[in-house]
């Protein structure tokens, strides 16, 4: 079976500062892993996906994740936020099993201050 | 291009009652899913199809019907609403299913359901 820990439900940053947003995974096959964020009232927007390759994946509006096999962690950083990310980011895993499975973590909801 | 389009976006519902959501895609997209989004338990897999006529079972699937008679579209059923069944409902769409390069999905806005 596998699972996904988002290991902080909220994180308050001041503007112009970097986060880290934490995702720690469980899996006895191979996974591919992606982040998502979810704007109020609004659907999921992919922001970057690790398949295979490079292990620091960038994605959109200057976030990047690098992905740890050893401590199966895909954490989501970004140098510099802005109001404008204010948002809940969702971490997700679909293991190399076919089919469809797919399991996301409970969200990280980032706040992001003046 | 519309993307993912998901309708009605507010719903109440008595319990008891039945009806359906509707979601269409104009990507051409083989495979579609419906995920319900509670607060907390981030989302969970109801149903998906991998193409027209063909669908399976998710996470958790008990107290909805899917089907799939064309491409575009893939309606979720609700057969006799309980206030269990109160949430956000996603669906999404993707070219093609994990494992593959080309694997990601679209979501459309959602439907907020609340059923009384």
């Known amino acids: 079976a596998q699972s996904v820990t988002q290991l902080d439900s909220q994180v308050p940053v001041f503007e112009e500062a970097p986060v880290e947003l934490r995702c720690n995974y469980s899996s006895s096959v191979s996974v591919y892993l992606f982040w998502y964020v979810q704007y109020p009232n609004q659907g999921l927007q992919l922001l970057l996906k690790y398949l295979s390759g490079s292990t620091l994946v960038k994605g959109i509006n200057g976030f990047e994740a690098e992905f740890n096999k050893s401590q199966t962690s895909f954490h989501l950083r970004k140098p510099s936020v802005h109001i404008s990310d204010t948002a809940e980011y969702f971490c997700?895993?679909?293991?190399?099993?076919?089919?469809?499975?797919?399991?996301f973590g409970a969200g990280t909801r980032l706040f992001v201050k003046a | 291009n519309a993307g993912v389009t998901q309708t009605p976006k507010f719903q109440v519902l008595k319990t008891g009652q039945s009806m359906t959501l509707q979601c269409a895609q104009d990507m051409n997209h083989e495979y579609m899913s419906w995920y319900r989004q509670d607060p907390g338990m981030g989302l969970r897999l109801i149903h998906y199809?991998?193409?027209?006529?063909?669908?399976d079972q998710g996470e958790v699937p008990n107290g909805y019907n899917v089907s799939r008679s064309t491409t575009e579209d893939f309606p979720l059923r609700l057969l006799s609403a309980a206030p269990s069944q109160t949430s956000v409902y996603f669906c999404?769409?993707?070219?093609?299913?994990?494992?593959?390069?080309?694997?990601?999905?679209?979501f459309g806005p959602g439907t907020r359901l609340t059923v009384t």
């Open positions: 199809s991998v193409g027209a006529g063909i669908t």
């Open positions: 997700a895993v679909f293991p190399y099993t076919g089919g469809f499975k797919t399991i």
């Open positions: 999404a769409s993707s070219y093609s299913s994990p494992p593959g390069p080309l694997f990601e999905q679209y």
